[in-house]
């Protein structure tokens, strides 16, 4: 079995883990748009505001990603 985790003490793997699960259900609510449900009126640049908030969402989970493949998923050979 390989070990993913390195040298980490199991109680932050728990943490980290905890957290990021968090993050991750807090980034879903943040995607259901209830605040501009049938608003499509230009705001910025000509494009609706929705399309620049779901940019901002799909940048903000790309990023956590980001960062949790290399805090967690650390592979250590």
Not at 26 to 44: T, V
Not at 54 to 64: D, G, K, N, P, Y
Request: no cysteine; glycine share 4%; net charge positive.
């Amino acid at each position: 079995m390989v070990n993913y985790m390195g040298s980490i003490p199991s109680y932050l793997k728990k943490k980290d883990i905890l957290l990021s699960f968090f993050i991750l259900i807090f980034i879903f609510i943040l995607s259901i748009d209830f605040w501009g449900w049938n608003l499509s009126k230009p705001k910025f640049l000509g494009l609706p505001l929705w399309i620049y908030y779901f940019l901002f969402l799909t940048l903000s989970l790309s990023l956590f990603f980001y960062i949790f493949s290399k805090n967690i998923w650390r592979n250590n050979k």
